[in-house]
């Protein structure tokens, strides 16, 4: 009787822990078990629509440098100047081999590029110059023209300083950086790099002076041009924009808060299913959009995506179980190929089905259909002597995500033409308050929840000192 008892048991483990079959759900209702995932390893043919586009001094200037004479430089400029556009027009010009980086999941796949700590094969912490490694394969490396690394206001100085050791290694050129050309692109008055240890927070204020990308000890070995983009295409009321320059510098004045404050209106004044609310935290959004869906009284639909190969969760481009029902606020968050919509397009959803999605654009009855995101790497194609991608993973989803609310990060690079900021408890991070203001396009879309106030605007002024290390240009 006891064997019978031993053998009961060990056939509830096994039951109880042995391993569950990856199932992919999708939204036309059938269920199917999933091959073993692979990478695809195939080469990504690469393809920018660059019509269009205005071509600036500014730009021009900065092209210039960066596809000609081969200096490293910094490229700034505020919200709203086009950082993204000139290197969108610069990857398809270029005949340089060039990688694009970005310090975060996300932000790499937004710009079509790998992630710094993927590129060079960084662990996820404290980088440590005794703990820079040779890669296994160095001809991406030794064949690098350029490196742009975009979204820099985020990259840590410790990261920095990894980057030009491992290309000086790895190519075996005590030059900085390798002797590679440097392309840095990023704002340093919106998004700040992110030191939650009070510890670390004192080793950079020690050893570096600020956690900043620019106070990495490499620029004490190379000069570097900085150019601001000036040009602001987001905004056309120069008042507003003027405003806006004042809270991102700190240097408001009485006149303007007040211009800000007469935007605080009661909820009753404003059909909140047209704006956008920006809030601080996760939470919050997330509450204010399971509200408002909620109280549509009609059925919701699942859609599932469908991952393959290599893509992390904290680069998903929106949900991976979109709950979703007729007149929900959504965000589309690709331009469409047949350009009916742009990033960053508020509708409503019109209508659904298990395997479509339609929105409704200004009027217009637009089809969503499924998209692809892929996760790249680079490497070296010797047949045709150049630096090609490879994708190694991607997530399949509907490009498009509850908008009700966003938060202020997951804001960032968007515009829209009506926004509500609810701050919440307050702004508690750098440049916080002036990435909210500056998605709006005009100061009559734009409506506070509660009045601003001097403790919303937090400038770290180490910010300034870049201007002391890099060579301004314009």
């Known amino acids: 009787m006891t064997l019978v008892y031993v053998i009961i048991g060990i056939i509830v483990l096994y039951l109880i822990f042995k391993p569950a079959k990856r199932v992919n759900t999708y939204s036309s209702g059938y269920v199917r078990t999933a091959p073993r995932i692979q990478p695809s390893w195939k080469t990504r043919i690469k393809s920018y629509d660059i019509t269009g586009i205005e071509i600036n001094d500014?730009?021009?200037?900065?092209?210039?440098?960066?596809?000609?004479?081969?200096?490293?430089?910094?490229?700034?400029?505020?919200?709203g100047t086009g950082k993204s556009t000139l290197l969108k027009y610069f990857r398809a010009t270029t005949k340089k081999n060039i990688v694009v980086l970005a310090p975060t999941g996300l932000a790499a796949i937004n710009v079509d590029g790998q992630t710094i700590h993927s590129f060079f094969k960084f662990p996820p912490t404290f980088i440590e110059a005794n703990k820079i490694r040779p890669l296994r394969d160095k001809e991406v490396v030794k064949k690098l023209?350029?490196?742009?690394?975009?979204?820099?206001?985020?990259?840590?100085?410790?990261?920095m300083d990894?980057?030009?050791?491992?290309?000086?290694l790895n190519r075996n050129n005590n030059l900085p950086f390798g002797g590679v050309q440097m392309v840095f692109i990023g704002d340093l008055f919106q998004l700040p790099p992110i030191v939650k240890d009070q510890e670390l927070k004192e080793y950079f204020a020690e050893h570096y002076g600020s956690p900043y990308f620019f106070s990495a000890k490499v620029f004490?070995?190379?000069?570097?041009?900085?150019?601001?983009?000036?040009?602001?295409?987001?905004?056309?009321?120069?008042?507003?924009?003027?405003?806006?320059?004042?809270?991102?510098?700190?240097?408001?004045?009485?006149?303007?808060?007040?211009?800000?404050?007469?935007?605080?209106?009661?909820?009753?004044?404003y059909d909140r299913n047209s704006y956008v609310t920006l809030t601080p935290t996760n939470a919050v959004a997330n509450?204010?959009?399971?509200?408002?869906?909620?109280?549509?009284?009609?059925?919701?639909?699942?859609?599932?995506?469908?991952?393959?190969?290599?893509?992390?969760?904290?680069?998903?481009?929106?949900?991976?179980?979109?709950?979703?029902?007729?007149?929900?606020?959504?965000?589309?968050?690709?331009?469409?190929?047949?350009?009916?919509w742009v990033n960053g397009t508020i509708c409503k959803i019109s209508n659904l089905s298990s395997s479509q999605i339609f929105v409704n654009i200004e009027g217009h009855t637009c089809e969503v259909k499924r998209e692809l995101w892929e996760n790249i790497e680079y490497y070296f194609d010797r047949e045709k002597n150049k630096i090609e991608e490879r994708i190694i993973g991607s997530f399949e989803q509907y490009p498009l995500r509850l908008a009700w609310a966003l938060t202020i990060h997951k804001s960032q690079g968007q515009t829209f033409s009506k926004v509500i900021v609810d701050m919440g408890n307050g702004a508690f991070a750098h440049g916080q308050t002036y990435v909210a203001l500056s998605r709006c396009t005009s100061i009559e879309g734009l409506i506070l929840r509660k009045p601003l106030e001097y403790k919303d605007i937090i400038l770290d002024d180490t910010v300034y000192k870049a201007e002391e290390i890099f060579n301004k240009i314009n």
Do not use: C, W
């Open 220 to 269: 004490n070995k190379i000069n570097i041009h900085m150019l601001e983009l000036n040009k602001i295409y987001r905004q056309t009321d120069n008042e507003f924009i003027g405003f806006l320059n004042q809270i991102r510098e700190k240097k408001i004045n009485g006149i303007s808060l007040t211009k800000f404050n007469q935007r605080v209106k009661p909820n009753g004044e």
């Open 287 to 340: 509450e204010i959009n399971q509200e408002y869906l909620e109280r549509i009284n009609s059925q919701a639909l699942m859609y599932y995506a469908h991952k393959e190969g290599k893509f992390e969760v904290n680069a998903y481009p929106t949900e991976e179980e979109l709950k979703l029902k007729v007149g929900a606020q959504v965000i589309l968050i690709k331009n469409d190929k047949d350009k009916r």
């Open 162 to 168: 990894g980057i030009d050791l491992s290309l000086q």
């Open 58 to 79: 500014d730009f021009k200037l900065a092209l210039s440098i960066i596809d000609g004479d081969g200096k490293s430089i910094f490229i700034t400029g505020k919200a």
């Open 145 to 159: 023209d350029i490196v742009v690394i975009d979204e820099v206001s985020m990259v840590r100085a410790d990261l």
